[in-house]
């Protein structure tokens, strides 16, 4: 594709539901990052998914929090149980390994997740 | 605990002085990047420097990289009101398969 895409581009949720935000990375980018950017703040890592190798999960707040990844291609972030501080823009970004390191991430627009 | 730190976390100039952004970080790293967001919008890159350049241009954006002091600088010139943005800096932690950490970035407001 053109470029990395996210759905939905908002979501409205009430308090103790479940979501699901789903990635699309670049074709071909074996990496995808997920991240959590609340309103005024930097980017907090979520996990990062590099080819077949296990994901690191190191970043993700809690338990109610999970990522998965089919292959290298789509991912979905998935929040159970949903909390207020929860509220955040979701951005996933995927990029291409080159030699040395320093790859270019590309991000998506994001998703905008607001818990009532 | 973040890799990189910007300072300041918020810098506001008129159009056409330049503006200077500074980013520290912890650990050896190979790799340094930084990236612009708009308001609403996600991240763009910018510029790359790696551990063994000292300095970088591209356009109006001049990069520096002190490895001795965990430090670097991102330099715009002629800022322009289409500036305003947030900018990040990040780094690989030096780890095999070069995760990328973000620091929690600078505001930057040019004021026409």
């Known amino acids: 594709g053109a470029g990395v895409s996210q759905s939905p581009s908002n979501k409205v949720t009430e308090k103790g539901k479940d979501v699901e935000l789903r990635c699309d990375p670049i074709?071909?980018?074996?990496?995808l990052y997920w991240y959590r950017q609340r309103l005024g703040q930097g980017l907090e890592f979520l996990i990062y998914f590099q080819g077949n190798s296990a994901p690191d999960k190191s970043g993700l707040p809690s338990d109610r929090f999970s990522a998965e990844r089919t292959g290298e291609s789509v991912s979905t972030l998935t929040i159970q149980r949903t909390q207020q501080e929860d509220s955040a823009v979701y951005l996933c970004?995927?990029?291409?390994?080159?030699?040395?390191?320093?790859?270019?991430?590309?991000f998506g627009p994001g998703t905008r997740l607001l818990v009532l | 605990s973040q890799q990189g730190e910007e300072d300041p976390q918020a810098l506001s100039i008129q159009e056409g002085e330049n503006a200077t952004m500074n980013c520290s970080y912890k650990?050896?790293?190979?790799?340094l990047q930084w990236y612009r967001q708009n308001s609403g919008r996600g991240l763009v890159h910018l510029i790359l420097i790696r551990s063994n350049e000292r300095e970088k241009h591209s356009g109006r954006l001049r990069v520096t990289l002190d490895t001795s002091k965990k430090s670097s600088s991102l330099l715009i010139t002629a800022s322009r009101a289409a500036d305003t943005a947030s900018y990040f800096c990040?780094?690989?932690?030096?780890?095999?398969?070069?995760?990328?950490?973000f620091g929690p970035g600078t505001s930057l407001s040019v004021i026409p």
């Open positions: 970004a995927s990029s291409s390994p080159i030699a040395g390191g320093g790859e270019t991430q590309y």
């Open positions: 990040a780094t690989d932690a030096g780890t095999s398969y070069d995760k990328v950490i």
């Open positions: 074709s071909g980018h074996t990496a």
């Open positions: 650990t050896s790293i190979n790799n």
